[in-house]
T-cell receptor, first 111, second 115 residues
Framework: DSGVTQTPKHLITATGQRVTLRCSPRSGDLSVYWYQQSLDQGLQFLIQYYNGEERAKGNILERFSAQQFPDLHSELNLSSLELGDSALYFC??????????FGNGTRLTVT | GNSVTQMEGPVTLSEEAFLTINCTYTATGYPSLFWYVQYPGEGLQLLLKATKADDKGSNKGFEATYRKETTSFHLEKGSVQVSDSAVYFCALSTESSGANSKLTFGKGITLSVRP
C-alpha cells in the first residue's frame, strides 16, 4: 500500500460530460502529481502541485484543470470529455526530492 | 527535452531465465534514473534508483547501473520468477533541488514469466 488514495476506482461517462477525480496524498507529502496512462501515449505527466500551488505543467489539455486544497488533497477536473480521454489517471505524491508514490489510479471510460 | 526510450515488448521468459530490459535516455543536466514496476490492477511502485553516474541501484534481485557514457540504465535480473510478471517503466528526473520530482517515463514493457 503506497498510502496514496484515489477515488473513484472506475468512472464511466458520456462524451461532453465533466468528471472530478480525487487524490489523497501520503501523510506528510506536500507534492501531488497527476499522470495520464493510455495505450498509445504511455504515461504522460499532466500537472504538479506543491503545498497548494501549481508547480509544473506538462501535457495537460485546456479542458482539464486541477487544484490542491489546504488539507493537501487534490482534484483533477476533466470537462467536455472526448472518447480519447479514456485512460487511467494516476496521482502520485512525494516529499521534496523523495521518489514518487503512486495511487492505484482511476480508470475513466468515455462512451 | 528529456526522453526515455525502452526496448519494444512484450517479453516472455521461462522461470529462472536471465532478464535484461534496455533503457536509454536523453536529458539536460544530470538526471536521476529510476525503474518503476506496475503489477496488474495496481499503481506504479519504485523498484530501484540511481542518482549519479556509475551508481548501481538494486532491489528484489533486480539491478541497474547508471552509465553516463552510454546514457543507459538497463534493468537485469539473474533468475526471474512468475511473480515478476508486470509492466516495467524506466524513468528520469532532472530536478535537482526543491520540490520538483517530475518524472519522464518510457513507454513501459510487459514482462510475462512462464512457470
Amino acid at each position: 500500500d503506497s498510502g496514496v488514495t484515489q477515488t473513484p476506482k472506475h468512472l464511466i461517462t458520456a462524451t461532453g460530460q465533466r468528471v472530478t477525480l480525487r487524490c489523497s496524498p501520503r501523510s506528510g507529502d506536500l507534492s501531488v502529481y497527476w499522470y495520464q496512462q493510455s495505450l498509445d501515449q504511455g504515461l504522460q505527466f499532466l500537472i504538479q502541485y506543491y503545498n497548494g500551488e501549481e508547480r509544473a505543467k506538462g501535457n495537460i489539455l485546456e479542458r482539464f484543470s486541477a487544484q490542491q486544497f489546504p488539507d493537501l488533497h487534490s482534484e483533477l477536473n476533466l470537462s467536455s470529455l472526448e472518447l480519447g480521454d479514456s485512460a487511467l489517471y494516476f496521482c502520485a505524491s512525494s516529499l521534496l526530492n523523495s521518489p514518487l508514490h503512486f495511487g492505484n489510479g482511476t480508470r475513466l471510460t468515455v462512451t | 527535452g528529456n526522453s526515455v526510450t525502452q526496448m519494444e515488448g512484450p517479453v516472455t521468459l521461462s522461470e529462472e531465465a536471465f532478464l535484461t530490459i534496455n533503457c536509454t535516455y536523453t536529458a539536460t543536466g544530470y538526471p536521476s534514473l529510476f525503474w518503476y514496476v506496475q503489477y496488474p490492477g495496481e499503481g506504479l511502485q519504485l523498484l530501484l534508483k540511481a542518482t549519479k553516474a556509475d551508481d548501481k541501484g538494486s532491489n528484489k534481485g533486480f539491478e541497474a547501473t547508471y552509465r553516463k557514457e552510454t546514457t543507459s540504465f538497463h534493468l537485469e535480473k539473474g533468475s526471474v520468477q512468475v511473480s515478476d510478471s508486470a509492466v516495467y517503466f524506466c524513468a528520469l528526473s532532472t530536478e535537482s533541488s526543491g520540490a520538483n520530482s517530475k518524472l519522464t517515463f518510457g513507454k513501459g514493457i510487459t514482462l510475462s514469466v512462464r512457470p
